[in-house]
């Protein structure tokens, strides 16, 4: 017998969560077109935003208004403290292994995590050896993907520390929740997200606070054919600093500078989103013309700031993925307050054969890609489609992980003019200078086509506002 998933809105005897009733009272007043217009209304917000990203190899135009749901899911104060403080944890645990195998290499020393499958990872980045990192902070942004079992509790499906895109949407989804269904956004306690862009400058700003009073912070982006451009855009503009491509930054004498209308000005910190490879031709791919040359010697010299830090890839690799609970305990001595998927790597020749022989069953994953590609879905995959990658899985066995076919929860959606459950994940997002902290919202990324468990917006899915609930309070007596 097949579990069903967990319904954010309804209990298992099908009546509504008390978070969602105020929602579903307001929902019982509205008409089929009214609700219809309501999200038109949406759209249109997003289209006059510009608020889109891009679908590569698509057929058609690859620019892309992000497809958007306008009923919010809910999440109740109790459930996000457990959440914030299991995310808190495990970005310390995280950035304590990425100053270690970057210093000591203590872990790999004492055998909690293999040697070779660090040191041989695509994103362990050996110029990062010894290197002075402010704070031991090198994730400083991380959006990590949450599942909420059939159980009702949370997991974590995978951890995203290099370029994390998405806060964007979170951001605009809030704004157009409000236009929506603004009384029942003012009577439900909803913690505020506003303050994001502010919290995100004042971490840039306190990975260089020790030695420059009032550090120049700039985004760099690849360019506006980039996917993510409108976020590199949106939160430069909120953020109030200037958005750089590699063209706009020269580095002398191993300090960087960017060019403006008045003259040359120092930057002291970069929160990049290009990936290492791109960073510094004379370091990486000598044919990338989307970075600085010269740009990480002057961040060896300790005279500029990268954030991310490169290399912090290899923590976030899907295979190191499954140690993750291992690096809980040895840095912090406590278990996981948000435990892992069940993870089989293919590298270990019984764990493959193991994945081989249950591909129908299996979502089989390449260590190193993202946004829903180099991905099987077991259930939902052909035939052709299991023998090709049983044919990947052979020859390079070290580039797989498998996990069980999760059953996300699902949550109401308005799908032509009627609400329908659809499957959700969530990814918050946690920063990490000075201090970590983790805003109080996320995006709920929504798997729009019926069936379907891929919510990433390249692969068919969109998104939706995630009201966090703040604490009701007591009646006074």
């Known amino acids: 017998m097949a579990v069903r998933p967990y319904d954010e809105a309804r209990g298992s005897d099908g009546q509504v969560r008390p978070h969602y009733s105020a929602l579903q009272a307001r929902l019982a007043t509205l008409s089929a077109d009214e609700l219809a217009e309501r999200q038109r209304t949406q759209e249109r917000f997003f289209l006059l935003q510009g608020i889109t990203f891009t679908v590569y190899g698509a057929e058609s135009s690859t620019e892309r208004i992000i497809p958007t ?25 995280l950035n304590m292994f990425l100053a270690d195998i970057y210093s000591e290499q203590q872990i790999l020393m004492d055998g909690v995590v293999p040697r070779e499958l660090v040191l041989t990872a695509p994103s362990y980045r050996r110029e990062m050896q010894n290197l002075y990192v402010p704070h031991k902070a090198y994730a400083n942004v991380c959006g990590s993907d949450l599942i909420r079992q059939p159980d009702g509790s949370f997991a974590v499906l995978e951890d995203n520390l290099r370029v994390p895109s998405g806060v964007s949407y979170m951001l605009a989804n809030r704004e157009a929740s409000k236009r929506v269904f603004p009384g ?23 990975m260089a606070a020790d030695w420059r009073p009032n550090p120049q912070v700039v985004v760099l982006t690849p360019g506006v054919y980039n996917s993510a451009y409108y976020e590199h855009a949106y939160l430069a503009r909120l953020m109030g600093v200037p ?101 089989y790597l293919c590298r270990e020749p019984a764990q493959l054969g193991h994945v081989l022989a249950n591909l129908d069953n299996l979502v089989v994953k390449a260590v190193g890609a993202s946004g829903g590609y180099g991905m099987l879905v077991g259930p939902h995959s ?96």
């Open 382 to 477: 052909t035939k052709a489609q299991q023998a090709e990658f049983a044919q990947a899985l052979k020859a390079n066995p070290e580039n797989y992980v498998a996990q069980p076919t999760i059953q996300l929860s699902t949550a109401p959606c308005l799908i032509d003019h009627g609400v329908e459950p659809r499957h959700v994940d969530l990814r918050p997002f946690i920063l990490c200078g000075e201090k970590v902290v983790v805003t109080p919202g996320a995006l709920t990324r929504v798997a729009l086509k019926k069936g379907s468990l891929v919510v990433n917006s390249s692969q068919g899915g969109g998104s939706k506002d995630t009201w966090v609930l703040t604490e009701p309070k007591e009646p006074k007596a």
């Open 184 to 206: 029942t956004f003012r009577g439900a306690g909803v913690r505020s997200i506003d303050r994001y862009p502010d919290m995100l400058l004042q971490t840039l700003k306190s």
């Open 69 to 93: 749901d306008i009923l919010p899911r809910i999440i109740p104060a109790q459930e996000w403290a457990k959440i914030e403080s299991g995310l808190i944890q495990r970005l310390q645990a």
């Open 243 to 343: 958005l750089v491509e590699g063209r706009d930054l020269v580095v002398h004498d191993n300090f960087v500078y960017m060019r403006t209308t008045t003259g040359l000005r120092r930057v002291d910190v970069i929160y990049r989103r290009v990936d290492d490879d791109f960073i510094d031709p004379l370091t990486f791919r000598r044919d990338s013309a989307l970075g600085a040359a010269g740009l990480f010697n002057a961040y060896r010299a300790g005279n500029v700031v990268i954030c991310n830090a490169p290399g912090t890839g290899v923590a976030d690799d899907k295979a190191v993925y499954a140690y993750v609970p291992d690096i809980i305990r040895y840095y912090l001595g406590e278990e996981p307050i948000l435990p892992n998927i069940e993870t």
